[in-house]
């Protein structure tokens, strides 16, 4: 039996706020999804490769792209990053990760894309188990205009 006791928190489940990102990560991504259609793909890959810990330009792509395994493949790579950095911001796989918190947004929104694309290309266990997660994540369900 273990010496120490274990402590219980009265408070709930904890919440996790993942940090704001590089500005500058911000502004090339923003100047990419501003560039014209015919170069926004390939500009925002490359904000993607020169920060690819920057969740938004994993979702970026994956909202950009039109084919459905690619799509998937993208999601994928976000939420994978997105559990990285949730782990590295002090997540220990249960709690909170809040819609209401913009620095969320972009694992989130990858899980999201993930349980959508999953569901495109007949993964329907993955689809249901990153609906869950987004439950679990934050109860109060994703924002109507996600």
Known sequence: MPDQPIHLS?????????????????AAL????GSPETQRK?????????????LDAWVALGQLSTDPTERYAY????YHRGLD???ASGWRGSGYVRWSH?????FLRSLLGLHRSANEIG?????????QFLNQLDPSGVPEEE
Request: proline share 5%.
């Open 75 to 78: 999601f994928r790579v976000g």
């Open 30 to 33: 923003s100047v990419a999804l």
């Open 123 to 131: 993964e329907n266990d993955e689809a249901e188990r990153c609906a």
């Open 10 to 26: 009265t408070g709930g489940l904890p919440e996790t706020i993942i940090p704001n990102y590089d500005n500058e990560a911000l």
């Open 102 to 106: 913009e620095s969320n947004h972009g």
């Open 42 to 54: 390939a500009l925002v890959a490359k904000v993607a490769a020169d920060w690819p810990r920057y």
């Open 85 to 87: 950095t949730l782990r």
